[in-house]
């Protein structure tokens, strides 16, 4: 039995569920608490797809197809709520046509609102809004939706290791044959031998794919968000326009998270959350919902987004939002190590599936995906000592 070893405790545990599946023994090792880094910080959106019909029709189409997969197999980590894109000037009004064809090209079902109807639906938002279009937004926990899949691929044989940080890849010539790992909590090292490495550390795949002297086109976007308490509207809200800075309100649980912001940054360590990011977040989203303006912080912070760069100097919203997966004998004469970059929370499946894939054909086994179907188990399983 191949041993597979995932490094990154983020999307890599929708890796680690969808090799389990395949017959796979898999260790996965995470340099702190799973979902620290990226993962365990975005605002939570189960995207339709809408938000990139302008600009990113691939990834429009895959987190569609995404978001009826997981609706099934994760119900109870999301709120299937919907959302609106809301016009509120002659130029957002100006968008929805093309808006509108967006949405029936990628697949994803889309309907007009009046301003009234709008209204009737969210008597928060705007009323000098010109139009609306409801699409089938909806809301994840991003920890519990993440957990469910740990919880799965531990129950199904993956040995999980927290605060275990790859110092160094164990290499034979132009072979990756394992990792080097401190354990932060004994304060030991060791070497781990793994018949294949998966690099799924996001933003910080490129230290990894460094550690075999490669590079990847990976391009930490980092961006602040802000969480305000109570819902101000029961749907996902966005600007019907392009995607931008502050356009977004996403209600989760008893709170309403604003966003984002979005730079590019060379180090996803050194980031922070500036204070001139919040005050913006807060007046464009009082556009949307003008009671925001009244409200006040009650957490803020950041995260990178894992971007797959394809040139540089690019403006961070216009970045795609899809992934790809490096298979690094073929790319660079590396055997032995694959990285997975890109993607969203809402393609964390899509993309296990599509690095599973590449896995089985470079092992030459023949197990077809299983994560389509396979409900996941809740995610408190992960906690609880029968499994």
């Not at 968000?225 to 931008?244: E, K, S």
């Not at 394809?310 to 216009?318: G, I, L, R």
Request: glycine content about 10%.
């Amino acid at each position: 039995m191949e041993h597979i070893l995932i490094i990154g405790g983020g999307v890599g545990g929708s890796l680690a569920h969808d090799l389990t599946l395949r017959g796979y023994r898999v260790t996965l090792v995470e340099r702190g608490e799973l979902l620290s880094g990226t993962t365990g910080r975005h605002h939570g959106l189960l995207h339709s797809g809408g938000r990139y019909v302008f600009h990113d029709a691939e990834t429009a189409r895959e987190c569609y197809e995404e978001n009826r997969i997981l609706r099934h197999i994760a119900s109870e980590a999301i709120e299937p709520n919907g959302g609106l894109f809301i016009a509120l000037t002659d130029e957002d009004l100006s968008h929805r046509d093309r808006f509108l064809e967006g949405c029936i090209a990628a697949g994803i079902p889309a309907a007009p609102l009046s301003p009234r109807q709008a209204l009737a639906r969210e008597p928060t938002l705007n009323p000098a809004l010109l139009a609306a279009v409801r699409v089938p937004d909806a809301v994840m926990d991003a920890w519990r939706l993440a957990m469910a899949f740990f919880a799965t691929a531990r129950a199904n044989g993956a040995v999980i290791r927290t605060f275990c940080e790859v110092t160094d890849l164990k290499m034979f010539g132009r072979q990756v044959a394992g990792v080097r790992v401190i354990d932060h909590r004994s304060g030991l090292s060791e070497t781990i031998g793994a018949d294949l490495v998966v690099n799924a550390a996001g933003p910080w795949s490129g230290r990894i794919a460094a550690m075999a002297g490669i590079g990847v086109p990976i391009q930490p976007g980092p961006g602040v968000m802000v969480a305000v308490r109570g819902r101000v509207t029961q749907a996902v809200v966005n600007r019907l326009h392009p995607a931008g800075e502050g356009d977004i309100i996403v209600p989760q649980r008893r709170l309403s998270v604003l966003g984002t912001t979005a730079w590019l940054a060379d180090d996803p360590d050194q980031v922070t959350a500036p204070a001139e990011h919040v005050a913006r977040l807060f007046a464009l989203c009082a556009e949307l919902v003008p009671a925001v303006a009244a409200m006040t912080p009650h957490a803020v912070w950041s995260a990178s987004r894992p971007l797959l760069q394809s040139s540089p100097n690019q403006d961070p919203f216009a970045i795609s939002r899809t992934f790809d997966c490096f298979d690094h004998a073929a790319r660079d004469g590396i055997e032995g190590l694959v990285t997975l970059i890109g993607g969203k929370a809402t393609t964390m499946r899509a993309m296990a599936e599509q690095t599973a894939d590449l896995i089985v054909r470079k092992t030459g086994r023949d197990f077809a995906c299983r994560t389509r179907e396979t409900v996941l188990l809740p995610y408190r399983r992960y906690w609880r000592g029968d499994i």
